[in-house]
Each structure stands twice: as C-alpha cells, then as structure tokens.
C-alpha cells in the first residue's frame, strides 16, 4: 500500500488481517456443498437435448427405469403441472420457465428429464436408456438474425425474439452530435463468456416430513433465494431452510441454481429421501448457470478538435439466450455508469435483449458493467487516434475532475466521490508511462508487435435494484437491503450473523473486523457466521460489490446498538449523563475520574443477570440487530428516464505492455500495472486478491474464453479442453497501486470491490492489441483476441 | 462390471473401502474414505482441483480409477498438517498472504506447491507458475499464490 | 461424468498382457497413465469392457541405449523421461518436446507408449518419433512385430496397433555426428494446452556447414505427424540460409491437411504449421553450428 487512509486512522480495518475463512481451506476442511452426506441420499444425472430446437413428442422412461438402483425419472410435464414457473426480470408473462425442457427443448444441452438413481453412476448409466422423441425444429442462433420478422421464433407464444427494445435519451443527444466538428462510429462485440467458477453447482435438497420443512444446502449466490424457492413450490417460506453456512465454491454472480434446487426439492418431497444433483462439468457447461453477456455495441460518439467528448450514443443488443432470468436485466445496470468516468454531457442508449436458441445467460461479475466499459474504452481510444492524440491526455481532458463530485451523469446516477486524475498521474509515475512508451517503441525497432494498452474504468458498487423497475415498470423494488444481528453472549463473547452465503469474499473476516472496529474489541475474539435462512434477517446476497458497503454498514450500525446500550447501562449505574462517560475497548470510564470504570465483563453480566441494575424498562440481554437500505436507493427510476443506480463508484486505471507473435498471433503481456481507488480498504489483502483475480478475469475474457455455437446450434466448448480458463503463465505478476478517495455515504468511506479488475482489464488488454496492430493501420474490436483472430488480421488476406 | 475391495496407505494410515473399478481415485477418498478435502472441479484431467501426491508425485486423483491405487502411498490435504494439527509452513504462507478466495482449488494447490518444495527448495517465480500450471484457480489470479511460495521457501531456507 | 461399467485386471508381465488381451478381443484396453483415456472414459467416448492395468509390469519401465538407438520401454512414465540424463545426451529433441507434453501433474502418470498409441495429431511424443523415424516394438501371443513409426501412426487416434498386441517399447535413433542439432517449436494456446501446430527438426551439418541430412515433421495439420520429405530433399546440401528455409516451408501446403476445431480453423494450423516448421529448422541449423543452447 503507498499510502495510508487520509481521512481517520482505524484500528482493526484497513489493516492487514488474516482472513478467517482461510483457516478451513487450507487444512481441507471447507463445508462445500458436495462434503455434505445424508443417509439414503439419492443422486440425479440430467438427460439433455441434442438439438438446438426441438418439439420432445414422447418420453420414454420404462428401460431406464427397469435398472437396478434407479429410483425415479423427473420430465418437466410433470414439473409443469407441479410447480409455479421461475421468475423472469423482464415482465414476459408468455415466458413460462420451468426447470427441465416442457413440450419443447430451446437449446442444445438443455435438460429434459431427471434420473435418479442410488449413485451418480447409475444414474448416468440410465440416461443413456431414456428414450426422447423428437421433432427437431428450427432454431436462431445469431441474435441480429433472430430480430427478423421471419426468424424461427425460440417462444412462439411470445410472439416476438426481441425481449426488451428501449430506447433513453438523455439531454441535447441530436444538438450535441450536430454541434461537435468531429464524431465516429463503430461496432465492437463482448462474446460470450463468464467467470466459471471451478466448482459447479451443487444442490441437496431434504423434506423433512415431521418438521414438514425443507432443508436446503446448495453453492448458491443468489438474492431472495429462499424466497424463490418456496413461490416455485406453492411453500411458504418459513418451510423453507436454506442453510448458508455452506461455503460456496466461487460463483462471481454465476451460482443460481434454481432449476436445479427446484428439482432435488420436488423430487425430495415426492421420494421422501434427500436428493442431491450435483453437476457434472458437462452438464454445468452447457445447461447451467455459465453463460455471460453476449453483446453487440454500436457506438457513437461526438467530439471536438480538442479531444473533448461532448455527447454519445450507444446501443447494445444482447443475447440473452433461451430463458430471460435476469439476464436482460444485465442491459440496464450499466445505465449506472453509461457515460464511464468522463464529462460527457449527454447521452443515449438502446437497450436491446434478444432470445435465441442457446444456454441461458446469467449475471455475471460487474452485471454487464465490463462488456459496457470495453465500448466505452475502445471509444476513447478511437477519439484518441482520430485526433492524433495520446491516450492518456484524451483521458485527463475529459475525466471528471477531483473538485466536481458528487456529479451527477446525464441518465441520472450521482458518483459519489473519486480523484481520478491523480490515480491515473500515481499509476503512470509508478509504471513509469513514458519508459513502458521506450520499452514499446524499442520493441517495435527489433521487428516486433508491441503495444501499449490503457484503460480507466468505473465500478458501480453497492448493488441495489433500481435496474428491476427501470428495465420493468411493473417491478416497483426499492430497497436491496442487508442485514446484521449481533449477540454478545452471557460471558462476553460475540456474535455476528448475516444472511447469506460467501464466495470466496470473506464476510466473516469482515463482520468481525467491522464489529471489532465499532466496539474496540479485538476482531479475532469475535466470531461472523452465516444463518440459516430461516433464522435470517433480510438479506440480498453479495451481488453488485456490495457487501462491505452494505454488511458493513449494516453491522457497524447494529454495533453502534450494542455500544449505545452500554454506555445506558454504564450511565445507570454511575447515575451520570452517557456524555460524561467514556467508552474505551469494551470498558466504560468516567471522563476526568478514570478510577471509575465498568468492565466490559461487568457490563455484559449486569444486561445477562442483573436487571435490577439496569435502565428502567430496558430489555434485558444485549443483542442488536440492524437491517441497512443502500445508500442513495428508496426511489423509483424518475419519469424524464433518469435513474440513480448504484451509490458507490470505485476508479481503476490499467496500463499493460504486450507483444503479438506477428507469424502465430499469440499475445504475451509483458508488464501490468493497475492503479485502484475503492475508497477505505477494510481488508487490503481481501480487495488485492478480488482485483488480480478479476484481472485475471478480464484477460480471459480478452484473449481466450468464449462459448461457441456452430451453425447447426451445437455448443462447442462444454468441456475445460474447449473453453479455455488462463492458467499461472498466463496471467502476469501485476503491480497494484492503491489510491483512497473515501466515499460520503458509507459508514468508513469503503466503496465496493468484488468486481474490481474485471471492469478495466478487457480493455486495456483490447487497447494493448490495438495499439500493437495500429502501426499497420490495422485493429480489432471483437473479444476474444484470439490466436486465430488476430494472425488471421494479420496474414488471412495471404491465403 | 467388478467391485474390489481397495487398501492403501493415505495420510500415513492403512486404509481400506469398496469400490467398483469404475470409481475415480477422488471419488474413493471423498465417498467411500470420507476424505473430502480433495474437490472435484472437471473430472476429465484439466482443473487440478483434485490433485494429492501419489507416492511422491502430484496426480490428478480424477484420472485414476480408486482400484488402481491398490497398495499405494497417498496424501492429501488433510495430510498436509503436523501430527498435533499444526499447520505447515506452506499452509501457514497460504494463510498469511490470503493465497486464495473462495477455497476450493485451494487442496490442489497446496498439494502442487508442497510438492514442488520438496523437490526444490528455492523455486523461483517462472518454476512456481509452472508447477501451479496445471492447477486452475479462478479467484486469485495466481499472484497470492506465488508470494505464499516465495515466502515458504524464504522461511524454510532461513530456518536451515 | 462417471465412466460405463468395466471389469478391471491388474497384470505383471508382458506376457500376461499378451493373454489377456488375446482371451478377451477387441473390447479391453491397456491402461497404463490413463491421462487420455480416463477422461474419454468419463466422457463416455471410450467404453471399454476391460480395462487391464500394466503399472505392475516392470519390463515395461525403463531408459537405455542399444546400439545406435535409445530405447524407452512403453510404461515409462513422461516424467521420468523428460528428467532422464540418458534422453538429454543422446536424443535431447525428444527431452526437449517431452517439457511441452501436458503439464507436472500428467507427466507424473503419462507414459511415452501411451502418448504413441494415442496417436494424438497435435501430440509430442509422436512427432518426435516420426521426425526421428523410430522403430515401434509390440508384442502379443503371436509373437514381437517391429513397426518403422510411418507405418504405425495411422490416422488421428489411430494406430496400425492390432487389438491383442502391447506396446513394449520404442526405438529412437540416435545422430552420432558433433554436427548435430535439434529444433522444436509449437503454438498453443495456453502455456500446456495440445498444439495448434508443431514442428521438430533435426539437422546435421558436414564441414563446410552445410546441411548434410535434415529430418523435419510437423504435428497438428495432418491427421498424423507428418514427415516434411520435400522441404528436406529441397534443403540438404544448402546452407540452411533463412530464405531458403523459408522457400522450402512454404511447399507444405499441398501436402498437409489441417482440421478446424473450436480453437482454430484450418487455414490458421495451415499457416503457422509453416512458420513452426521454418522455426524449428532454424533452430536445428543454430544448435548444430553451436550459436543456440
């Protein structure tokens, strides 16, 4: 770290800690969804559809069946005439999901029946013995092709392929281009991809027929979890127990099993045994929850001699794949930061989804958000080369300056804070931008393809719903709260329970260093664990880098209860005023007469034991709970089509250095530097490892990770020997420098920072190969850069 | 079909299951052993999620059938601490520079790196990528991963 | 992805192999590494109803030098072959291409014969063997069968290998001549992925620095490893200058035959088959005159 918190020393956070969680994966000891056994449990294998489109006419089962050790075959007719349909975002009432393929197969992969059977091997066994009649139909699937009037319709009774078609215009956009002397156009394209995780999801699901309860144990990260469980399953909800102490095996938005989870627990219901699917990667790959944003941009942008952005339009079309969960909704997210960290002063944006015959999309790390910012980038550096300018000074001339926040963007959103000039001028000192431009231009003199990127990026943090009414009017959300309750116990330890499931994040490493903080009590005597669902308090699950915004400021406030609370019992006692008093590490002292002191311990035995010592009509124990609404949220998407969205925005700036393999288009990154401004830092080493692993992310998402579809609607990359994950030579050592712009609106001036990295990288790695392809008057604006894509670029035309 | 009855020796310990021949090695050690620190990421030889040391060596225990490893010596995860549960100066390095996130390739990792120190005292940082390399992680970005390395090596050449 | 039901036979000899696979056809399979085979296994591409376990069979595994050749039993496993001073000294091509095969882990249960009789194109191992025109020994009840590895490496995943007949070892000949050097080069892409494409060279030059014999193959463009005999007739008795290297590898085009893929089309495997082919020749040309390590 360069430099320290500015504003406030702390003591527990922002410094470096162990991350408790670590404890248990290091010895083997994690609680991953697939460690848990039940006696008797049964396991479930998917049969799945061999076409991109297909009418299923019959389903025949008896051989399958007649296997020793199968116990039941699940089609989705049956699911369909039990079970409510999933939840969409977009309001599509003709779009009926249910968990296995009904009447008709949408996509290749997709599943139409459930086996279950005594081991997962039988169960395959038998899948192989179902027998499917199909009537293959056709199928769309290029998302342009599927917006014509005479594409094959995905959901016929829809009576459309286009989802979502709306269009925002925010100020003088006509005025804005018809005034700028310059402006230019292009296209560029985010192919599909996601974050997958190395764990694939896994769901058991167990009624409990005395407790008439369903008790669930999944990977899951997912908001209203419970909630949707029990709607699919016509349960209430308080027969539903999610048990969220599993540790969930990476997810980056990805894990939402609820097909799965709504099968085991149909099917536990039915067999009255515990049921288990746990995907297989095959099955994870093609049918589940693993497919990202898969979009087109065409972008617009008006501009003067000067370098300076004056207005844009963009319009994006998505393809959502077969089902729209909350895939479409990944198109309005980015409306929270669709101008990027710049002054421009009007805007437009059309926002399209399309259904076509592949694996449905889902969220998706930063939730649209670096798709968006990699077209916004792009952009930039087009204005750049246009004008024959640096980079960098095009940047510095239209980034929103240090003395502007909070400024509000044309779509409506308020940035809460940031000094984005000075991160950018501290991570080119330290990269030392002019030796790199050396290092790149001597590269270039040996004969070889070298380029520099850079990117600077925003990432919206503190996840609230304003996207749901905005893209669906009929959904009038406005609150995404978190919860936290605190109980200090009889003998004066403490307690944190939140109500959700972590990924990776390390939620109990920050309730515990947030309550330490608060109540000035050593973090590692306090124990942060996960509730199960029945016992929670609201919570929306870590989306949308939120949880140190919003868990943190949820348990610092249900700490500052449990301290208000002390300071009534200790003012009791010593029959003064709480403002004569002085807390100090748990114990309570009188100010200017330190020889009167309560314990922390004599504290917490008088709230357990001794009413009579208490503040008349108190309640007696000393627990606190608090439930926190995001900051800035409680509104609805204005009627002029503005909307604020997410309240924190975190900055981040990359610069890497490649070369380009001119005869094979192989691509090695020889220097990476990120500069990162998340406002206070909780736990350094926590949000360093998000930001590499989400550099990580990005260069995969730049270089090598795609699903593919051929042309007769086959999915080619459902294997690790097809989709391509970057392994340790790969991705390069990068050098992080850190910044600390505090926000205004969180309780310690924390942003968020799980989607760091993964917001800029694509696009400073697309900038580094652009600007290594521009001396031959060439560029690419596709991702991936593959291999393939960019030696083709450079030599196909030989052929 | 056959099903075999499997003895070997794992973290030190004689130890006997059931399985049919077509049951993995990690299937064996998480079902029929209850060892279920060795994660399952692919099951067809890729992830690393499932590596253990097989008599010495770092394997893919998904790409061994169970009935294979009749006889042999194998460790775990779980055989990565001392006999009074204290951890390794690797598992502690792992703790100490938070050489992970989420956890689950964290046992293959441990059981790539333990192997690489064993045989190489002082890797250096191109050596330690290659010997996590065929383990994927997809949380941290590997560099975490490559400091608690450098600093177990650092601390075990300082204590000799 | 659990693998069909199969019956399982662990062995400890050759002889034993040769039985059993001459009592039991066509559908048992020699597992030795399993690195390839488990996972078509799990994938349920490979289904074999036996599988026979030769990890046993101590003839199976070992490294020596007879004659003018080196010769590596079946069983051996990569790992041991990519640290084996034997290989390094006498055929370093081989201990060169075998530090690109798979990664630690795979090389610690992968054998050299399990490599050959997978016969992946893109695959190493039988590059190298192809290049070098090793001679494949296999065995089964009807006796041993010496195999010149152009005739043993049929097709993509497909050996000349009859199904009651074991890979005992190979034979890989060893270039005496000072003169003598390799190139390997290939492009994947991640760092242990298959290739795209790959080449390996091996040259020997006479006195004056010329090129008196040259063995060149490229992997990944043909459904085998293919040996490059134009580009070789076209370059002995030159200089091995760039140009003319680069002349000579631009002929290949008639004879390969790449396949698309989800991870590159033909055109692409045909172009930088070239370009791997020049680099390795190039290579050769500058270890054999002793300017590159």
């Given amino acids: 770290m360069s430099e320290a918190v500015p504003q406030k020393q702390f003591k527990y956070i922002t410094k470096r800690r162990r991350v408790i969680e670590d404890r248990r994966f ?60 999933l939840l969409s975002g977009l309001d599509l009432p003709n779009v009926k999901r249910i968990p296995l393929a009904h009447e008709r197969a ?247 989804s399309v259904t076509t015959n592949k694996t449905s999309q889902e969220a998706v790390r930063g939730f649209g958000q670096a798709p968006t910012n990699f077209a916004i980038e792009t952009m930039v550096d087009k204005v750049a080369r246009s004008l024959g300018m640096d980079r960098d000074e095009v940047r510095r001339r239209n980034l929103i300056r240090a003395d502007e926040f909070p400024y509000r963007i044309p779509s409506g959103s308020e940035y809460d804070s940031g000094d984005y000039h000075t991160v950018l001028e501290k991570l080119q000192e330290t990269a030392a931008w002019q030796e790199l431009i050396a290092k790149r231009d001597a590269l270039r ?20 719903s304003s996207f749901e009414p905005f893209l669906n009017p009929k959904n009038d959300t406005t609150t995404w709260m978190e919860s936290c309750l605190i109980k200090v116990d009889m003998l004066g330890s403490i307690t944190a329970l939140m109500g959700t499931s972590t990924s990776g994040q390390g939620h109990e490493t920050l309730l515990c260093a947030v309550i330490g903080e608060v109540l000035e009590r050593d973090p590692d005597t306090i124990r942060g664990t996960h509730s199960e669902s029945i016992g929670a308090l609201p919570s929306n699950s870590p989306v949308g880098s939120r949880m140190a915004i919003m868990l943190g400021g949820a ?4 700490a500052e209860k449990i301290k208000t609370q002390l300071m009534e019992i200790a003012a009791h006692n010593f029959q003064l005023p709480v403002d004569r008093l002085i807390y100090d590490g748990g114990d309570i002292s009188v100010e200017g007469d330190s020889d009167k002191v309560m314990t922390w311990t004599q504290l917490v035995d008088i709230a357990h034991r001794n009413y009579h010592k208490m503040p008349l009509g108190s309640e007696p124990g000393l627990q606190a709970q608090h439930t926190w609404e995001v900051p800035t949220g409680g509104a609805l998407p204005a009627e002029d089509g503005t909307v604020q969205m997410y309240p924190c925005y975190a900055f981040e700036a990359h610069i890497p250095l490649i070369t ?140 | ?146 400091e608690a390395v450098q600093m177990t090596a650092k601390k075990l050449r300082e204590a000799t | 992805m659990k693998a069909a039901p199969f019956d399982y036979v662990r062995v400890s000899s050759i002889d034993e192999v040769c039985q059993v696979l001459a009592d039991s056809g066509e559908e048992a399979r020699i597992i030795a590494g399993g690195q390839t085979l488990v996972p078509l296994m799990a994938m349920r591409l490979a289904r074999p109803s036996l599988l026979i376990d030769i990890n046993d069979v101590s003839e199976l595994s070992g490294i020596s030098v007879d004659g003018n050749d080196l010769v590596i039993k079946a069983g051996t496993r990569q790992a041991d072959a990519l640290a084996s001073d034997i290989v390094k000294s006498n055929v370093p091509l081989l201990a060169d291409a075998l530090s690109h095969v798979g990664h630690t882990q ?56 009859a199904p009651d007949e074991c890979l005992v070892e190979a034979h890989f000949p060893i270039w005496a001549s000072k003169n003598t050097g390799f190139g390997f080069h290939e492009v994947s892409i991640r760092d242990s992925d298959f290739a795209l494409a ?12 010329n090129c008196e014999k040259l063995n060149v193959a490229i992997g990944g463009a043909s459904p085998a490893a293919l040996r490059l005999t134009i580009v070789e007739e076209e370059l002995v008795g030159t200089d091995l200058g760039d140009d003319a290297i680069k002349a000579a590898c631009a002929k290949i085009g008639d004879l390969i035959d790449p396949q698309a893929d989800v991870h590159a089309d033909a055109a692409y495997r045909g172009r930088v088959a070239k370009v791997m082919a020049g680099r390795a020749i190039c290579d050769s040309r500058d270890r054999a005159k002793g300017v590159l390590q």
Wanted: charged letters at 20%; a negative charge.
């Fill in chain 1, 660 to 799: 380009i393999d001119r005869e094979t288009g192989q691509v090695e990154i020889l220097d990476y530097h990120m500069g990162h401004d998340c406002g206070t830092v909780l736990n350094p080493d926590i949000v360093r490892g998000m930001t590499f692993g989400g550099i990580a992310h990005g260069i995969g998402a730049a270089l090598y990770e795609k699903f593919e579809y051929d042309e007769g609607g086959q999915h080619l990359s459902g294997s690790f020997m097809d989709y391509l994950l970057p392994s340790s030579h790969e991705i390069p050592h990068v050098e992080m420098i850190k910044h600390y712009t505090p926000s205004p609106l969180t309780t310690f001036g924390q942003k968020g920072s799980g989607e760091s990295g993964y917001l800029g990288a694509p696009a400073a790695i697309a900038s580094a190969v652009n600007d290594a392809l521009a001396p031959l008057d060439l560029e690419l604006t596709t991702l991936p850069m593959r291999v393939r894509d960019i030696e083709g670029l450079l030599n196909g035309q030989n052929d």
């Fill in chain 1, 445 to 464: 003199a040996e004969g070889k393809l070298a380029g520099l990127g850079l990117s600077t990026c925003l990432e919206p943090s503190g996840g609230n």
């Fill in chain 1, 106 to 352: 949408r996509y290749a992969g997709e599943w139409v029946a459930a086996v279950v059977a005594e081991s997962r091997h039988i169960a395959e066994d038998a899948v192989e013995m179902v027998e499917v009649d199909y009537d293959p139909l056709d199928y769309v699937i290029d998302p342009e092709e599927a917006m014509k009037p005479e594409a094959p319709m995905v959901h016929p009774q829809h009576g459309s392929n286009i989802l979502c078609d709306k269009t925002w215009v925010w100020g003088d956009v006509d005025g804005d281009f018809e005034s700028a002397p310059h402006s230019l156009a292009f296209r560029a394209k985010w192919s599909r991809n996601s974050t997958v995780p190395i764990e694939t999801f896994v769901v058991t699901a167990k009624w409990d027929e005395g407790k008439e309860l369903l008790d669930v144990w999944a990977s899951i990260q997912m908001p209203k979890y419970p909630e949707q469980i029990a709607r699919a399953l016509s349960l209430p909800v308080n027969a539903v127990n999610v048990h969220f102490d599993v540790d969930v095996g990476g997810s980056y938005g990805l894990k939402r099993g609820i097909r799965q989870t709504v099968i085991v627990s149909y099917l536990t219901r039915k067999l009255r045994v515990p049921v288990r699917f746990n995907e297989d990667r095959l099955e994870n790959m093609s049918g589940g929850e693993m497919h990202g944003p898969d979009r087109i941009f065409d972008m617009e942008v008006a501009y003067d001699g000067d370098g300076i952005m004056h207005s844009i339009r963009i319009k994006a079309t998505d393809d959502a794949g077969c089902y729209p969960g909350r895939a479409p909704l990944q198109l309005g997210k980015p409306v929270s930061a669709i101008v990027g960290p710049y002054r421009i002063k009007s805007a437009s944006y059309n926002a399209i």
């Fill in chain 3, 106 to 161: 795979t090389r610690n249960r992968g054998t050299v014969g399990g490599s050959l009789v997978n016969a992946d194109p893109s695959a190493e191992i039988p590059l190298i063997a192809q290049t070098l025109d090793a001679v494949i020994v296999a065995r089964s009840t009807r006796g041993d069968r010496t195999i010149p590895v152009n005739e043993f490496l049929e097709s993509a995943m497909a050996t000349t290998l």
């Fill in chain 1, 555 to 558: 348990a610092a406030s249900a």
């Fill in chain 3, 198 to 209: 790959a080449a390996a060279a091996q040259v020997t030059l006479n006195r004056k620095g």
């Fill in chain 2, 1 to 146: 079909m056959s099903e075999h009855k499997i003895t070997l020796t794992v973290n030190g310990r004689e130890m006997s299951g059931y399985a049919e021949s077509r049951v993995t090695l990690v299937d064996f050690l998480r079902d029929e052993l209850g060892l279920t620190g060795t994660h399952i990421g692919c099951e067809h030889g890729v992830c690393g999620a499932c590596s253990i040391v097989l008599d010495g060596k770092p394997v893919r225990s998904c790409l061994m059938y169970a009935v294979m490893a009749e006889g042999h010596e194998i460790t775990t995860v779980e055989g990565l601490e001392g006999p009074q549960g204290e951890l390794s100066p690797l598992q502690d390095a792992f703790w100490e520079n938070h050489a992970m996130q989420c956890g689950y390739c964290t046992p293959g990792m441990l059981i790539a790196t333990h192997t690489l120190l064993v045989e190489n005292p002082d890797p250096d940082e191109e050596e330690i990528r290659e010997a996590i390399g065929g383990n994927l992680c997809r949380c941290t970005g590997y560099q975490q991963i490559v």
């Fill in chain 1, 26 to 85: 290091i010895t083997g000891r994690g609680n991953f969804a697939a460690d848990y056994n039940f006696p008797g449990m049964l396991h479930v294998a998917m049969v799945t559809s061999p076409y991109a489109c297909a009418e299923i006419k019959n389903i025949d089962a008896s051989a399958a069946l007649a296997l020793p050790g199968v116990r039941y075959v699940l089609t989705g007719a049956e699911l369909f005439e039990h079970i409510n349909p």
